[in-house]
Structures are given as structure tokens and as C-alpha cells.
């Protein structure tokens, strides 16, 4: 199984603090637009989530 496949499995089953580290370390200008959860990749991951958007 693709790790990517298996990666909210895995986001489940950490503790509280390791979720927050690894939102932390993935992501920035976390903010809610009505019922809606928006953020920015920080600069490092944005290339790596833009390429796997166009490969879909």
C-alpha cells in the first residue's frame, strides 16, 4: 500500500502533538473562510503538492 494511500490512516493514529508538529512543519497561513479550512504549503512541500495535483 502507497504511503500516500495509507496517510490518514497513519495522521490517525499519531498523538496530539506529533499532529500538530508534522501541520506545522507542512504548512502555513492556516485560516477558516466560513465552514471552509484553508492553508499554503509552505515553500519546500508547494512544488512537491503541484506536481501531484497535475499528475491526477
Not at 2 to 27: G, S
Request: glycine share 2%; proline share 2%; hydrophobic share 35%.
Amino acid at each position: 500500500m502507497d504511503l500516500e494511500n495509507r496517510a490518514p490512516e497513519l495522521y490517525k493514529n499519531l498523538k496530539d502533538d506529533q499532529k500538530r508538529r508534522l501541520v506545522d512543519f507542512l504548512l502555513s497561513n492556516l485560516r477558516l473562510k466560513g465552514k471552509k479550512f484553508l492553508w499554503d504549503y509552505k515553500k519546500s512541500f508547494n512544488t512537491i503538492a503541484l506536481c501531484a495535483t497535475r499528475q491526477d
